[in-house]
């Protein structure tokens, strides 16, 4: 019998049709599917929808911005927008600073939190573990809550109103040492053993073998290490006062309010262009940024 199934149970016959239970399963597979894609398109433009008309806007004239009801795509694209926001203001400084910060805070955080990660996962001392979670425990510590003395202290360094006071204060991450830890405990520590039977001492098996190993870790790490820093608003607020040392939210934000009759076409334009390295940076590492936050809470 091809298309049924005979079961004797209690004495009665019954008949179950294979076939037809597959396909019943397939098409609730399939409806469930539909369902969580159309779901997530939902979600997508909900999510892409003010970043849509961010920059529609930023191709508007000023009187088209918030008009209403609201014009989703313009009818004349003003391109002059994007030469205006350049001509007048300090756009190609702001971006300058904000890159060098960003560069140098990204480099720097991913090498000492790479570091201090192998010594945690890797070397045994006492009170490793508690030392650990002491340092992971800080991320939870808001940073109001100490800035004042820390203000203080960099002032006394002499470093407040320059851009080595960012570089300072960003130095050194927590999340980004419990990141890196918790990927490395998923490499073999076979592999480190070998190496010291080779003779590699404890800094060439992590510049050898850990980090190359690591590189999932190490690009979601860079990632949102550097758009944390060039979004970063409230510490530059705070210890940049030389215009000529404005990241690009602070030079923007100056711009508007510098403004009687603010012109949000001009911001909407800075705001764009100030999008676009985030973007960049997204498009390059999203594969290894996924991979690399899927597997670090993996271990074994």
Same mark, same amino acid.
């Given at each position: 019998?091809? #298309?049924?199934?005979? !079961?004797?149970?209690?004495? &009665? ?27 997530? !398109? ?17 191709? *508007? ?47 720097? /955080? ?8 192998? %010594?945690?996962?890797?070397? *045994?001392?006492?009170?490793? #573990? ?23 202290? $960099? ?13 300072? $204060? ?28 080779? %003779? ?21 790490? &860079? ?10 608003? $409230? ?8 215009? #000529? ?7 923007? *934000? ?11 076409? !001009? ?18 590492? /999203? *594969? ?9 809470? $993996?271990?074994?």
């Amino acid at each position: 019998m091809t #298309d049924t199934q005979v !079961l004797v149970t209690g004495g &009665t016959l019954r008949k179950l049709n294979a076939p037809v239970s597959a396909g019943r399963t397939r098409s609730r597979l399939t409806i469930g599917r539909t369902l969580g894609y159309i779901a997530l !398109l939902i979600a997508a433009v909900g999510l892409l929808a003010p970043f849509f008309w961010m920059v529609m806007s930023s191709l *508007k004239n000023a009187n088209e911005v918030f008009s209403v009801p609201v014009v989703w795509v313009p009818e004349t694209f003003v391109w002059q927008n994007y030469i205006d926001i350049w001509t007048k203001s300090n756009m190609l400084v702001w971006i300058r600073n904000t890159l060098f910060l960003a560069v140098s805070v990204t480099f720097l /955080q991913v090498l000492t939190g790479s570091f201090a990660a192998y %010594g945690f996962a890797r070397m *045994k001392f006492a009170g490793r #573990d508690i030392l650990f979670l002491v340092y992971i425990g800080t991320i939870a510590v808001p940073w109001q809550s100490y800035m004042i003395p820390q203000f203080i202290l $960099l002032s006394n360094l002499k470093v407040s109103n320059t851009l080595w006071s960012i570089i300072l $204060l960003q130095a050194f991450g927590a999340f980004g040492v419990f990141l890196m830890k918790q990927y490395y405990e998923t490499i073999p520590e076979e592999l480190s053993e070998a190496a010291r039977l080779d %003779g590699l001492s404890e800094y060439a098996i992590w510049r050898r073998i850990m980090l190359p190993l690591s590189v999932p870790a190490i690009a979601s790490l &860079t990632l949102l290490t550097f758009v944390n820093t060039w979004n970063d608003y $409230l510490g530059p607020l705070i210890y940049l006062r030389n215009p #000529d040392l404005w990241t690009i939210q602070l030079g923007l *934000k100056s711009f508007v309010s510098n403004l009687f009759d603010t012109n949000y076409a !001009l911001l909407f334009a800075g705001l764009t262009i100030s999008v676009v390295p985030i973007a960049i940076i997204f498009l390059l590492g /999203q *594969k290894y940024f996924v991979e690399g936050i899927a597997t670090s809470g $993996l271990k074994g």
